[in-house]
């Protein structure tokens, strides 16, 4: 519990392995200004994993790249709480030619939080009616 409560980023949360990788691309797709982004839920994972991506057709340089992928984990750390779904794994894709700020990544990142937690929701709020 002590874990959840911490603003960290383990390696068991960062999505790795092309296997992996390849099953969320055939996840449920959306869009906020300046991402993209595609989630799976129920993964079987007890944690919500991540994975960055920003094009080298935007950004030649590496450096700018690092920056932008930085800038989204630090994003995604910081609001990692507010995910209300356990076991859902995430590909933030940057898709603007210009380099937002930190203020409009993390906006956009809360964004993308937020559309996740509402899917989930209507599901949950469907069963309370019928047990009822």
């Known amino acids: 519990m002590e874990e959840q409560l911490r603003n960290t980023l383990p390696k068991k949360e960062r999505l790795c392995g092309k296997t992996a990788i390849s099953k969320l691309l055939a996840g449920k797709k959306g869009s906020v200004p300046g991402m993209r ?37 630090e994003s995604y750390r910081m609001q990692k709480h507010a995910l209300e779904v356990k076991g859902v794994d995430i590909l933030f894709i940057y898709f603007t030619k210009e380099i937002l700020s930190y203020e409009e990544i993390y906006k956009a990142v809360g964004q993308i939080i937020d559309k996740i937690n509402q899917s989930a929701a209507p599901k949950s709020e469907k069963d309370e009616t019928v047990a009822e």
Do not use: E, H, Q, W
């Open 37 to 73: 982004f595609i989630y799976l839920k129920d993964t079987g994972a007890d944690t919500n994993r991540i994975v960055v991506s920003v094009s080298k057709k935007f950004f030649k340089r590496a450096v700018k790249r690092n920056l932008l992928k930085r800038r989204i984990r």
